[in-house]
C-alpha cells in the first residue's frame, strides 16, 4: 500500500474501513435517489472507454507524423481534437480549456498541480497516484532533475526544464519527443508506444 | 498559512513514489464516482456554460457542489491529516461530511450501515442496490460530454501585457483560495495573457469568483528557493489570476 509518511501510523483495517464507509454512503445515496445503482459504474465506464489516455496518444501520434496537425495541436489543443475520430466530449469535464507543450531537445517540460491535482481529462483520463501525492507536487517545482531521476529519466544541464503549475484552469500536458528508430512505423504503432508519464513529462518514450 | 497552499518546495521529504495506478485500492473508484456525479448533479448547472436544464433532473441532490467545495475540505484540514490521509481517503471524509451537514443522511445511519457492513461480510460482497432515475445518468454522462467551462467575455482589458514584470500579492487565502502561497512576494515575467476571462465557481474571501484575466508567468527558481537549493536552467510556469497580482 501506498504511503510515503513512515511516520504516521494505520490501523491494519484501513482499507476494510474505507471501503465500508464509502460502500455505506453509496448505498445510502442510491436509496435516497441521489444517485442511481448505476451512477458511479457509467461514470467508472467512461473513463476506460471514452476518455482515458489513449486519446492524449493518438494526438501525439498525429503529430509525429504530420508536422501541420502538431503546428494546431500545439496552438489550439481542444480545435485540433476536433479534427479526430474522438467521441463527445474532448471539451468537456476538466477540458475546457486544455494546452500541450513540446519536449525538444533544448527543452523539457513537466506538468504539476501544487493546489490539487487538476489533469486533462479527455486526453490522459484520470491521474496516477504519483501526480496526486504532496511529495512530487512539493518537490518538483524545485528539484525537477532529482525528481525525474527517481522516475529513471536522465536531463543533461543543457536541457532547460519547465514546470507547469495548472493553479487556474487551463489544463497542461506535454507532447513527448519520438523516439529514434520508429521511422515508418504506423500512428496506430507509435500511439502504443505512449504511456500517461511520458505524457506528463516524467518518462521519455520507449520503443 | 495553510500548509495546504505552501507546499512547492518544502525540503525534508521522501523519495517520490511513483505508482502509476489511478486507484491504489478499488474503494476509491467509489468516492471518485460520488465526487464527479454530485458535480454533475450540481444546482449551480443552471446557470453554467453550457447552462444544463438542472431542475429537472429528477434526483434528491439539490445543492452547490463542484471542485471547489472538496478543495476547500482539503485546504480546511489539519497539515498533519493533510498528509497522513491519502487523496480519496481525504475525498471520503468530505464527501460523507458535507452529505450528513447537508441533511442528506444522518452521521448515526451512515455508521450503522458502515458497522453492519463491517460486522458481515456477506452483506460487505452483496450488490448496491439498484435501480433510479434514468435521467440522472444521463445528465451525469452530459456534464462529462460538456462540461462547465469558466470562461466569459473580458469585463475590461487585462492589465499587463506579455513581457511586463509583475509581483504576486500576500493576499490572505481565507477558506480556499488558488493562489499558491509559496509565490507571494515574488516577481514573474508575463508571458502569455490567456484570451478572454475566468471566473471561478464561487467568490473566495481572496478575490477570484468574478471574470478577471488570467495570465502564464514564468518565474525563475532561483528567486524562489536559495541557490543551494535550486538546481540550474529551470523554469517554473505558473497560471495566475489578475487579482493576485501587481505591477512591480
Known amino acids: 500500500m501506498p504511503s510515503n509518511y513512515p511516520g504516521f501510523e494505520y490501523g491494519a483495517d484501513r482499507e476494510t474501513v474505507s471501503a465500508a464507509k464509502v460502500k455505506a454512503l453509496e448505498s445510502l445515496l442510491i436509496e435516497k435517489g441521489v444517485i442511481t445503482g448505476d451512477t458511479v459504474n457509467s461514470i467508472l465506464g467512461y473513463f476506460e472507454t471514452e476518455m482515458g489516455p489513449f486519446n492524449g496518444a493518438k494526438l501525439v501520434a498525429r503529430a509525429w507524423v504530420d508536422p501541420e496537425f502538431k503546428a494546431r495541436l500545439l496552438a489550439d489543443c481542444n480545435a485540433a481534437c476536433e479534427e479526430m475520430d474522438f467521441p463527445?466530449?474532448?471539451?468537456?469535464?476538466?477540458?475546457?480549456?486544455?494546452?500541450?507543450?513540446?519536449?525538444?531537445?533544448?527543452?523539457?517540460?513537466?506538468?504539476?498541480?501544487?493546489?490539487?491535482?487538476?489533469?486533462?481529462?479527455?486526453?490522459?483520463?484520470?491521474?496516477?497516484?504519483?501526480?496526486?501525492?504532496?511529495?512530487?507536487?512539493?518537490?518538483?517545482?524545485?528539484?525537477?532533475?532529482?525528481?525525474?531521476?527517481?522516475?529513471?529519466?536522465?536531463?543533461?544541464?543543457?536541457?532547460?526544464?519547465?514546470?507547469?503549475?495548472?493553479?487556474?484552469?487551463?489544463?497542461?500536458?506535454?507532447?513527448?519527443?519520438?523516439?529514434?528508430?520508429?521511422?515508418?512505423?504506423?500512428?496506430?504503432?507509435?500511439?502504443?508506444?505512449?504511456?500517461?508519464?511520458a505524457m506528463m513529462g516524467v518518462a521519455t518514450v520507449q520503443v | 498559512m495553510k500548509l495546504q497552499h505552501n507546499l512547492g518546495g518544502l525540503e525534508g521529504l521522501d523519495p517520490i513514489n511513483t505508482?502509476?495506478?489511478?486507484?491504489?485500492?478499488?474503494?476509491?473508484?467509489?468516492?471518485?464516482?460520488?465526487?464527479?456525479?454530485?458535480?454533475?448533479?450540481?444546482?449551480?448547472?443552471?446557470?453554467?456554460?453550457?447552462?444544463?436544464?438542472?431542475?429537472?433532473?429528477?434526483?434528491?441532490?439539490?445543492?452547490?457542489?463542484?471542485?471547489?467545495?472538496?478543495?476547500?475540505?482539503?485546504?480546511?484540514?489539519?497539515?498533519?491529516?493533510?498528509?497522513?490521509?491519502?487523496?480519496?481517503?481525504?475525498?471520503?471524509?468530505?464527501?460523507?461530511?458535507?452529505?450528513?451537514?447537508?441533511?442528506?443522511?444522518?452521521?448515526?445511519?451512515?455508521d450503522a450501515r458502515t458497522a453492519e457492513l463491517l460486522a458481515d461480510s456477506e452483506k460487505a460482497a452483496a450488490p448496491l442496490p439498484s435501480g433510479g432515475a434514468a435521467e440522472i445518468d444521463a445528465q451525469v454522462l452530459k456534464y462529462l460530454q460538456e462540461g462547465d467551462s469558466p470562461?466569459?467575455?473580458?469585463?475590461?482589458?487585462?492589465?499587463?501585457?506579455?513581457?511586463?514584470r509583475v509581483r504576486v500579492k500576500n493576499v490572505s487565502p481565507g477558506d480556499h483560495s488558488r493562489l499558491p502561497g509559496h509565490l507571494k512576494g515574488y516577481t514573474a515575467e508575463v508571458v502569455l495573457v490567456y484570451e478572454g476571462a475566468f471566473t471561478y465557481f464561487f467568490p473566495t474571501e481572496d478575490g477570484i469568483g468574478v471574470p478577471m484575466p488570467v495570465y502564464s508567468l514564468a518565474f525563475k527558481n532561483e528567486e524562489i528557493w536559495p541557490a543551494s537549493l535550486t538546481e540550474p536552467n529551470a523554469l517554473y510556469y505558473n497560471d495566475i489570476f489578475e487579482v493576485y497580482l501587481e505591477a512591480v
Open chain 1, 88 to 197: 463527445e466530449g474532448m471539451s468537456g469535464a476538466e477540458g475546457e480549456h486544455m494546452r500541450i507543450v513540446e519536449n525538444t531537445p533544448e527543452v523539457h517540460n513537466i506538468i504539476v498541480c501544487t493546489l490539487c491535482s487538476c489533469y486533462p481529462w479527455p486526453t490522459l483520463g484520470l491521474p496516477p497516484y504519483w501526480f496526486k501525492d504532496p511529495t512530487f507536487r512539493a518537490r518538483v517545482v524545485r528539484e525537477p532533475r532529482k525528481v525525474l531521476s527517481e522516475f529513471g529519466v536522465a536531463l543533461d544541464d543543457s536541457v532547460e526544464v519547465r514546470v507547469w503549475d495548472s493553479s487556474a484552469q487551463i489544463r497542461w500536458w506535454v507532447l513527448p519527443m519520438r523516439p529514434a528508430g520508429t521511422e515508418g512505423m504506423s500512428e496506430a504503432a507509435l500511439a502504443a508506444l505512449l504511456t500517461p508519464e
Open chain 2, 19 to 110: 505508482e502509476t495506478q489511478v486507484f491504489v485500492e478499488p474503494w476509491e473508484q467509489r468516492i471518485f464516482g460520488i465526487h464527479t456525479a454530485m458535480m454533475a448533479l450540481s444546482n449551480h448547472l443552471g446557470d453554467s456554460l453550457p447552462d444544463y436544464a438542472i431542475e429537472a433532473v429528477p434526483t434528491e441532490f439539490k445543492s452547490f457542489w463542484t471542485w471547489g467545495h472538496l478543495r476547500m475540505g482539503a485546504e480546511g484540514m489539519h497539515p498533519f491529516d493533510y498528509f497522513r490521509l491519502r487523496y480519496y481517503e481525504k475525498w471520503l471524509g468530505g464527501i460523507s461530511g458535507f452529505f450528513i451537514s447537508e441533511g442528506y443522511i444522518t452521521q448515526e445511519e451512515l
Open chain 2, 151 to 164: 470562461k466569459r467575455p473580458l469585463p475590461e482589458p487585462p492589465k499587463f501585457s506579455v513581457g511586463d
